[in-house]
């Protein structure tokens, strides 16, 4: 079963507060669960890292699993400088796994890994 990535919305001191939570419990020597996720101060953080460009390249990958960002940008009909950027910005956020193999000839490709099959949007009230 594919791993689901929680993207939630936090205010800037609910996360100093986890932040510090989490520092003390290490300085106390007690050990911490592991919480994947990623959190934003907003909403429309949020958004501008889930555009829908970017949420087209990660089924993509998902779907098509290219063996290279040059057939990522042809699956997707877009430009190769937009589609590095946008992977930077995935690989940036833990969302993609960037892996560099052998092409053809001497040629190195790095092919895109979506670390995900679903995210999960996570609003506190």
């Given at each position: 079963m594919p791993r689901t990535l929680t993207i939630g919305i936090k205010s800037i001191e609910q996360g100093l507060g986890d932040f510090s939570d989490t520092f003390e419990a290490v300085r106390a020597g007690r050990r911490m669960r592991r919480r994947e996720g990623v959190y934003f101060t907003s909403?429309?953080?949020?958004?501008?890292?889930?555009?829908?460009?970017?949420?087209?390249?990660?089924?993509?990958?998902?779907?098509?699993?290219?063996?290279?960002?040059y057939e990522l940008?042809?699956?997707?009909?877009?430009?190769?400088?937009?589609?590095?950027?946008?992977?930077?910005?995935?690989e940036r956020h833990g969302l993609v796994r960037m892996t560099r193999s052998r092409g053809t000839g001497k040629r190195k490709v790095r092919i895109p890994r979506a670390l995900f099959g679903a995210i999960q949007l996570k609003i506190a009230i």
């Open positions: 909403l429309e953080a949020a958004r501008n890292l889930l555009t829908p460009s970017r949420l087209a390249l990660l089924r993509a990958i998902r779907r098509k699993r290219p063996g290279s960002m940008a042809n699956i997707v009909g877009r430009d190769l400088k937009n589609v590095q950027q946008d992977l930077r910005i995935l």
